[in-house]
């Protein structure tokens, strides 16, 4: 799935991703379909969304039980 320039990337936390520990930066980029640069700089800019709310740093880490 591709996102325009703007467009808030909503995490999908019900990927199968969650059964283990993943950076949000890592998720971004497969779920948008871009560069790991490009995933970094989507982050930062405040364009991706994890539970109602911006996320902006893309080293956090995601899932794990």
Request: no cysteine.
């Given at each position: 799935?591709?996102?325009?320039?703007?467009?808030?990337?909503?995490?999908?936390?019900?990927?199968?991703?969650?059964?283990?520990?993943?950076?949000?930066?890592?998720?971004?980029?497969?779920?948008?379909?871009?560069?790991?640069?490009k995933?970094?700089?989507?982050?930062?800019?405040?364009?991706?969304?994890?539970?109602?709310?911006?996320v902006?740093?893309?080293?956090?880490?995601?899932?794990?039980?």
């Amino acid at each position: 799935m591709i996102f325009s320039e703007g467009e808030v990337i909503p995490i999908d936390m019900t990927t199968g991703e969650n059964e283990k520990v993943i950076k949000l930066l890592r998720l971004v980029q497969r779920q948008a379909g871009v560069s790991r640069r490009k995933a970094q700089g989507l982050i930062e800019a405040g364009e991706a969304e994890l539970n109602g709310g911006t996320v902006r740093d893309p080293f956090i880490l995601l899932g794990g039980n």
